[in-house]
């Protein structure tokens, strides 16, 4: 599928607006598959998500369409964690509204800083 038909499906995607620069977010990372900032409502003291700047629905779409990009996304939050919560982290992929997915362009949530519990939720 061609960047612009996923951009069409989804013409108001927040997350491709803060790519673009068109909403203001704290970004810790930006290259030329994946851009990650933190989490304006964060559930841990470590919470950043990690998007592609293409718009891919969920991280099966994103691992079929693009591999490289998903191996970035994986690079990105393994060296935010190093960073700031020296390498334990959880990284998730929510796919579906029963789940928590509220955004449809697929992200990562890395998340640390504490203890979590097993399992989630």
């Known amino acids: 599928m061609a960047e612009v038909s996923r951009v069409q499906r989804a013409p108001d995607d927040l997350f491709l607006k803060i790519v673009a620069g068109e909403i203001p977010a704290t970004i810790v990372h930006s290259d030329d598959l994946v851009v990650a900032?933190?989490?304006?409502?964060?559930?841990?003291?470590?919470?950043?998500?990690?998007?592609?700047?293409?718009?891919?629905?969920?991280?099966?779409?994103?691992?079929?369409a693009s591999p490289q990009a998903l191996?970035?996304?994986?690079?990105?939050?393994?060296?935010?964690?190093?960073?700031?919560?020296g390498g334990e982290y959880r990284l998730v992929?929510?796919?579906?509204?029963?789940?928590?997915?509220?955004?449809?362009?697929?992200?990562?949530?890395?998340?640390?800083?504490?203890d979590f519990t097993w399992p989630p939720g």
């Open 93 to 114: 992929f929510n796919t579906g509204t029963a789940v928590g997915q509220s955004v449809f362009h697929v992200h990562g949530h890395v998340l640390g800083g504490r």
């Open 71 to 85: 191996a970035r996304l994986v690079e990105v939050a393994q060296r935010i964690a190093d960073e700031r919560c």
């Open 37 to 64: 900032f933190e989490d304006v409502a964060p559930q841990a003291p470590v919470h950043v998500l990690v998007v592609p700047r293409e718009r891919y629905e969920n991280v099966a779409e994103l691992a079929a």
